[in-house]
């Protein structure tokens, strides 16, 4: 055991999330290691007078948190830049808050946000939308994503600017919904999405600096929820380049995967080949990109998913066979996952419907045969997995991504519901079935398709599948609840190592980084349904407090 510390966390009630020693009263931590784990009298013989000494005062103490699918520029943009709508807004609500930031614009500039519920997208994309939304923006392009930010709603000014008029054709991957008659809509279906936002970015004055803002507004935001390592779903170079100077700077306060899209993302930027020959250059201590991302669908609420069963015929949907296509043929995917072993980098599989998971257990499979353990590979979302292809994933090294923080009744459960067949439905995110098949299941917030990255909401739901807010009854699939240890190391320990960073962080444990938090109770003296009010009062980064609740 070491002879002295830097630092020691003391007086605690410490979960380590470390099976062989999950309980304990203090720890050490010596250049932002930790170094010792044990009781307050074995660890405080290891402090000297210069030894920091925080008397947690019986908190719970815990490790840092871990997010295995976000978007922290998008994220960090939408909170400094952008404004905020939350999916329950109704068509009103939207357009008060669209004028009163139109208002505060100066001529030209763009308003900007998100995210607006499925039955609002539903409803704009019958049309008549255009001329409420026209007034609102008072002559300013107006670009409003949807809950799942596969999807836009823009006015007549945005689709002007963009040279989109009736009769314009669809872009590859993307669709302009037209209405029964034919006419725009301003419902913009994924990579059409991208058209409106690459004009959007290129109209934005000093893009750098905006992006810098919103990376330390992000930054802050998830260490103040307790997080200490994120993996971004889709990072592309600009971003990868931001990191890096905070990095450099001192100032990234959390460990960053990056994951770098293979094809044409809704930002402007490199994709492919091209982004992965110049990741390597941005590879820092705490940035790293790490993982290749596969998109082989869209999502359910728009009907873009990739099913094993027909979706639901109702209104304009009449075609009893409709199942949603997948995005990328099997050759398709397993050709992506052997680059991925060639580059030595991991893959993660955006899958919204069971026909895209299976398609990606497939491919894997395939690859596996051939090529071994190889790289890590992450199927996201979970939602939806077919009985049958449960016990694929642990045989297969597979790891499932669930994303993002809907395990319980929403808004954005109910437009599923509207789409998806009841029987598919009713088996949404099966975790307590991935766990008990050995599957490696981490948690993701997916945010900013969530309003905030607040884990504490996650990990409740896990146990409760409940919506916090009693106006919102019920309960979703509720024989996929976990326990709260499980709950806890599906935000710790699990995706810790699905990143690539097991034998750094998720634990306090010797020789780990000294990321960890303090608690205002402890979780496993609560009622489950009082978890989402957890409140952390401290955050620290390779033993340095990057967050204080009374600061």
Request: aromatic share 6%.
């Amino acid at each position: 055991m070491p002879q002295h510390a830097d630092l020691i966390v003391t007086n605690a009630v410490v979960y380590t999330c470390d099976l062989a020693q999950e309980w304990a009263e203090a720890f050490a931590v010596a250049d932002g290691e930790i170094i010792a784990v044990g009781n307050a009298a074995d660890i405080g013989a290891l402090s000297t007078s210069e030894t920091e000494v925080v008397d947690a005062d019986g908190r719970m103490v815990m490790p840092g948190l871990c997010d295995v699918h976000t978007h922290l520029g998008s994220g960090g943009m939408q909170a400094a830049w952008e404004l905020s709508l939350l999916p329950t807004d109704t068509l009103d609500e939207i357009l008060a808050k669209v004028r009163d930031r139109a208002a505060s614009l100066s001529p030209g500039e763009w308003v900007v946000g998100g995210v607006i519920g499925s039955p609002i997208l539903e409803a704009a994309a019958k049309g008549g939308f255009l001329p409420a939304l026209d007034e609102a923006g008072a002559g300013h392009p107006v670009l409003l994503r949807d809950e799942s930010w596969h999807n836009r709603l823009i006015n007549s000014r945005a689709l002007e600017i963009i040279g989109v008029e009736k009769g314009t054709p669809d872009p590859e991957g993307g669709k302009y919904v037209l209405d029964a008659h034919g006419e725009l809509t301003g419902v913009l279906q994924e990579l059409a999405s991208k058209v409106a936002e690459d004009a959007m970015a290129a109209s934005v004055e000093n893009p750098e600096e905006r992006l810098r803002v919103a990376f330390r507004t992000a930054l802050r935001m998830v260490n103040s929820f307790g997080i200490t390592a994120a993996q971004d779903a889709a990072i592309l170079e600009h971003n990868l380049r931001a990191l890096a100077d905070l990095d450099d700077k001192g100032e990234l306060t959390a460990w960053v995967v990056g994951s770098l899209p293979s094809r044409p993302f809704f930002e402007e930027g490199a994709v492919g080949e091209e982004l992965y020959a110049v990741a390597g250059n941005h590879r820092r201590t705490h940035v790293r990109p790490d993982f290749i991302k596969l998109f082989l669908d869209g999502v359910p609420m728009t009907r873009t998913s990739a099913m094993l069963s027909p979706y639901i015929c109702h209104g304009d949907h009449e075609d009893p066979d409709f199942k949603g296509e997948p995005y990328l043929s099997l050759d398709d995917v397993a050709k992506e996952l052997e680059r991925c072993c060639e580059l030595g980098l991991g893959a993660k599989l955006h899958c919204a419907g069971d026909g895209s998971v299976r398609l990606a257990l497939d491919a894997i499979e395939r690859v596996r045969k051939t090529r071994g353990d190889g790289p890590t590979f992450q199927i996201a979302h979970v939602v939806y997995v077919d009985p049958e292809d449960i016990p694929r994933f642990a045989p297969l090294g597979v790891v499932a991504d669930a994303s993002p923080y809907i395990w319980f009744p929403s808004v954005i459960q109910d437009s599923c519901a509207n789409q998806v067949p009841g029987a598919t439905f009713e088996r949404s995110f099966p975790c307590r079935d991935l766990v008990d098949s050995g599957a490696l299941l981490a948690a993701g917030s997916d945010w900013p398709v969530v309003p905030l990255p607040n884990p504490w909401l996650g990990i409740e739901t896990l146990v409760t599948r409940a919506n916090p807010d009693p106006a919102v009854p019920g309960e979703l699939n509720p024989t996929q609840r976990l326990s709260l240890p499980e709950a806890i190391a599906v935000f710790t320990r699990n995706p810790a190592k699905a990143m690539g960073l097991g034998d750094k962080i998720g634990a306090i444990q010797p020789g780990r980084s000294a990321d960890f938090i303090v608690l205002n109770h402890n979780l496993f003296e609560i009622e489950p349904n009082t978890i989402h009010q957890t409140q952390v009062l401290a955050t620290y980064f390779e033993g340095r407090q990057v967050y204080d609740s009374t600061a």
